[in-house]
């Protein structure tokens, strides 16, 4: 029921800098992948097969790693080291992938605006593959739970976990009331509140699930906090006049937009993926 999943790349990921000058910096390996592929394999797990990506300048490595490197193929062909490619053979063999451009930084809000071509009107997730998440053993990820749950409620749905109150200014922040455990129908939501001004410690993190209707609210949404059209901004909108929930995910997620985030996600895929042979 979800087929689509957008991607938001064209941030320039200053943080990393000077890695990622000449690199994008979803292509980044978290020990022998890049971060967005293990986005695209978290939807692909939850039933999703056309992916959109909202890229910008300096980011056509990521149009490569979703293409086929016919050199590159020929070249290692009878090598033993053809194994070494198999998991992304396998996205590109059945899966779609889409590009288009976001030419002006203008925010989350205006990124996932500009996808619309590439969703149309249906409802889609949305993953920011700077928020790297794991599943528990032998769970769903989090996407696949967050379908499972739209199959039920057919609304907009965001993920949220706890943050320490010193770190609600790096997030979307909601009010909510609870529904049943970790499920939360949204009642305020603030972007990037200093934590006298949030309304919880629930914070937004990057995977959405979103009506089509969307659009419509992000098409008239003003630029709201640093000047960007905000995607929490028309989420409000759509929690006002219809539904949104909050749902509190189980596994574990790691802010790879950050290096101490990232040193952390690598180190936990090499001692519990990696060197478990688990992929
Ligand atoms: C974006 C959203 C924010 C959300 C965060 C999750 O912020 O605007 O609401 O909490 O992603 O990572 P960004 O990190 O792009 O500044």
Do not use: W
């Not at 965001?158 to 009331?177: L, M, N, S």
């Not at 749902?247 to 937009?257: A, K, L, N, P, V």
């Not at 040193?263 to 895929?269: L, Y």
């Amino acid at each position: 029921m979800i087929k689509k999943c957008l991607f938001p790349v064209a941030g320039y990921g200053t943080r990393f800098l000077p890695a990622t000058k000449a690199m994008p910096k979803e292509i980044l390996p978290i020990v022998n992948k890049p971060l967005v592929q293990y986005g695209v394999e978290e939807a692909s797990e939850a039933g999703i097969s056309e992916f959109g990506f909202v890229t910008g300048r300096g980011k056509r490595a990521i149009e490569d790693h979703f293409d086929i490197s016919y050199e590159l193929e020929h070249q290692i062909a009878g090598s033993g080291k053809e194994d070494l490619l198999t998991s992304i053979r396998d996205l590109i063999n059945n899966n779609t992938f889409a590009f288009t451009r976001q030419n002006e930084m203008k925010g989350l809000g205006h990124a996932i605006l500009t996808g619309r071509n590439l969703i149309g009107d249906s409802p889609f997730a949305v993953i920011l593959a700077d928020d790297f998440c794991v599943a528990e053993d032998g769970d769903d990820g989090v996407l696949a739970q967050m379908v499972k749950l739209y199959k039920q409620f057919r609304c907009s749905i965001v993920a949220i976990e706890e943050v320490p109150e010193d770190q609600t200014h790096k997030y979307g922040v909601i009010k909510g009331e609870a529904m049943k455990d970790g499920l939360y129908r949204i009642t305020d939501m603030v972007e990037k509140p200093a934590p006298e001004d949030a309304p919880s410690n629930l914070a937004i993190i990057g995977r959405y699930i979103l009506t089509p209707d969307i659009f419509e609210i992000l098409e008239r949404t003003p630029a709201g906090k640093n000047g960007e059209v905000q995607i929490t901004d028309a989420l409000l909108e759509q929690a006002r006049t219809g539904c949104v929930l909050a749902y509190q995910f189980r596994g574990r997620r790691f802010d790879c937009g950050s290096i101490d985030g990232f040193v952390e996600a690598t180190n936990h895929v090499y001692e519990h993926i990696y060197k478990a042979g688990k992929k």
